[in-house]
């Protein structure tokens, strides 16, 4: 049995730690998103976590965490103006950290890539339900995708390794912007293998700045990229 006021409340506070501020009427969204998340998870196998706390914690605060820097990177005036404010999500899976970016930055355009179907028709469900018309969902390889606008923010969340990040979604990205690729501990290792890859040599780690979820004791990093 959920108890859904101790839910909220802990949304609530975890908001207010990350220093995200939202309207009630986004608090509610979320709130909706993570009923959404954990009915559909039941029978579609969205995520391995299926305990209600720990989607709150390791899905949704994680997500959250992070939505100040995507938000800021989306905004940013380095980009041209067609690419300003929109934001690919790679691997979405279940919707992290697209959904609750959407839903936190309304003025923000997030298209959520999975190559599960089933995810995306989720994914497509959330928009509908949660009235998300700056959300949407796309099935197929993210490698395959055509945008001549391209995205001012490329983001991935346990997608794959740093090497594959770019290598798969780099074409997309708009001139000025970032990618923003949210790990667990510091990713020394792959930043490694990007190095050995010849990578360096047309990318640039800008910042590796860790992330603090509330709730969750446990390392996070958001590293960040651009080209040289």
């Known amino acids: 049995m959920v108890d859904d006021t101790a839910q909220r ?6 908001l207010e730690a990350i220093g995200l501020k939202v309207e009630p009427s ?9 009923t959404l998340l954990r009915k559909w998870n039941s029978v579609y196998n969205l995520t391995a976590i299926r ?5 709150l914690t390791h899905h949704l605060l994680d997500s959250l965490a992070a939505v100040p820097a995507l938000a800021e990177a989306a905004r940013s005036n380095a980009v041209p103006n067609a690419a300003r404010g929109r ?4 691997g979405s899976g279940g919707g992290m950290p697209g959904i609750p970016l959407a839903i936190s930055a309304p003025d923000v355009s997030v298209l959520m890539v999975d190559i599960v179907q089933k995810k995306t028709a ?5 928009r509908a339900q949660l009235h998300l018309t700056n959300a949407s969902a796309h099935w197929g390889p993210v490698e395959k995708i055509e945008d001549s606008d391209g995205y001012a923010v490329i983001t991935s969340r346990a ?8 290598n798969l979604s780099g074409h997309l990205l708009a001139p000025g912007g970032k990618l923003l690729a949210m790990k667990g501990v510091y990713p020394q290792d792959e930043l490694d293998r990007m190095e050995a890859a010849g990578l360096m040599q047309s990318w640039q780690v ?5 992330l603090a979820v509330p709730e969750l004791d446990a390392e996070r990093h958001l590293v960040v990229l651009s080209r040289r």
């Open 9 to 14: 409340k802990r949304l609530e506070a975890g």
């Open 87 to 90: 934001v690919l999500d790679v």
């Open 122 to 126: 989720f994914l497509t469900q959330c």
């Open 206 to 210: 800008d910042a590796v700045p860790r």
């Open 26 to 34: 986004q608090i509610e969204s979320l709130f909706a998103y993570l």
């Open 51 to 55: 305990h209600p706390d720990e989607m």
């Open 159 to 166: 997608f794959a390794e740093l090497t594959d990040f770019v």
